[in-house]
Nanobody, 118 residues
């Protein structure tokens, strides 16, 4: 069984930094797209950043210039470096994987809480 396991959330003051990690476990050959989404209380889940297997990135406007997504294809892992954090970045962050093992399989992590205090 394949799954995503996240780590790295926590509480940080505004202006601080956090790094999220997500690793896929199980029988994985390739993951085409990996990314991060977030959901704040009372809001819908929204895209934060995605990164394709070939290195193409996509960032949501609110995080451009502050967040950096990266991945290690050999480890089937994706990371999110978050700098200059703002209170509005507070949310549960979810790791996502699309097109797993050359199929339409999509995976979600369990979510990790990020709280930014003002």
């Amino acid at each position: 069984q394949v799954q995503l396991v996240e780590s790295g959330g926590g509480l940080v003051q505004a202006g601080g930094s956090l790094r999220l990690s997500c690793a896929a476990s199980g029988r994985i050959f390739r993951i085409d797209n990996m990314g991060w989404y977030r959901q704040a209380p009372g809001k819908q889940r929204e895209l934060v950043a995605t990164l394709t297997y070939w290195g193409v990135t996509n960032y949501a406007d609110p995080v451009k210039g502050r967040f950096t997504i990266s991945r290690d294809n050999a480890k089937n892992a994706v990371y999110l470096q978050m700098n200059s954090l703002k209170p509005e970045d507070t949310a549960v962050y979810y790791c996502n994987a699309e097109k797993v093992n050359y199929s339409d399989l999509e995976l979600w992590g369990q979510g990790t809480q990020v709280t930014v205090s003002s």
